[in-house]
T-cell receptor
Framework: GENVEQHPSTLSVQEGDSAVIKCTYSDSASNYFPWYKQELGKRPQLIIDIRSNVGEKKDQRIAVTLNKTAKHFSLHITETQPEDSAVYFCASYSGAGSYQLTFGKGTKLSVIP | DTGVSQNPRHKITKRGQNVTFRCDPISEHNRLYWYRQTLGQGPEFLTYFQNEAQLEKSRLLSDRFSAERPKGSFSTLEIQRTEQGDSAMYLC??????????????FGEGSRLTVL
């Protein structure tokens, strides 16, 4: 089955700096890669996603890049704000006879004011 | 509130007891998922329904676990003979069949199970 590795597990940045979280996946058939944000005690919520037919996608201060050859994708947050502090999960969807979204173990991002 | 609803939000039980969780998805969503999340981990897939059909089950789902979605609307997840290792947050999510690859999962607040 699919295996998703996520790094780093914790990340601290100063407010205004950028944050980068990286993930690798194992199934070359994977074709959909979402990122979820989970604030403390809250439900995971989708913040951005990318499909395999594009290499980059941006939405205001967040962007995701995908390298299908290397089987890795990254989340970039620019001009970080304290409200960006949360746990971020990458995920991968293979779609090859499976309906499951496989999640990474998460990155706890702390933005220091 | 038109989001995904789960209850109970918290359940404390003794080892060996049975527990049941209920999930009410967003009404127009035909896809329903159950995930389990333990502290410091990402959600782990348990099972998937499309309408009332259970199309996929994880190997994590032992024979003590059973899930149903009898009319293609709400779903229940039952754990029989609970063990301490079952302690976790059980998350339900729903999505609509957009005809595209993947699609956003809308999660509920979760049902936290503590097995003593």
């Amino acid at each position: 089955g699919e295996n998703v590795e996520q790094h780093p597990s914790t990340l601290s940045v100063q407010e205004g700096d950028s944050a980068v979280i990286k993930c690798t996946y194992s199934d070359s058939a994977s074709n959909y890669f979402p990122w979820y944000k989970q604030e403390l005690g809250k439900r995971p919520q989708l913040i951005i996603d990318i499909r395999s037919n594009v290499g980059e996608k941006k939405d205001q201060r967040i962007a995701v890049t995908l390298n299908k050859t290397a089987k890795h994708f990254s989340l970039h947050i620019t001009e970080t704000q304290p409200e960006d502090s949360a746990v971020y999960f990458c995920a991968s969807y293979s779609g090859a006879g499976s309906y499951q979204l496989t999640f990474g173990k998460g990155t706890k991002l702390s933005v220091i004011p | 509130d038109t989001g995904v609803s789960q209850n109970p939000r918290h359940k404390i039980t003794k080892r060996g007891q049975n527990v049941t969780f209920r999930c009410d998805p967003i009404s127009e969503h035909n896809r329903l998922y159950w995930y389990r999340q333990t502290l410091g981990q990402g959600p782990e897939f348990l099972t998937y329904f499309q309408n009332e059909a259970q199309l996929e089950k994880s190997r994590l789902l032992s024979d003590r676990f059973s899930a149903e979605r009898p009319k293609g609307s709400f779903s229940t997840l039952e754990i029989q003979r609970t063990e301490q290792g079952d302690s976790a947050m059980y998350l339900c999510a729903s999505s609509s069949q957009l005809g595209l690859v993947g699609g956003e999962l809308f999660f509920g607040e979760g049902s936290r199970l503590t097995v003593l």
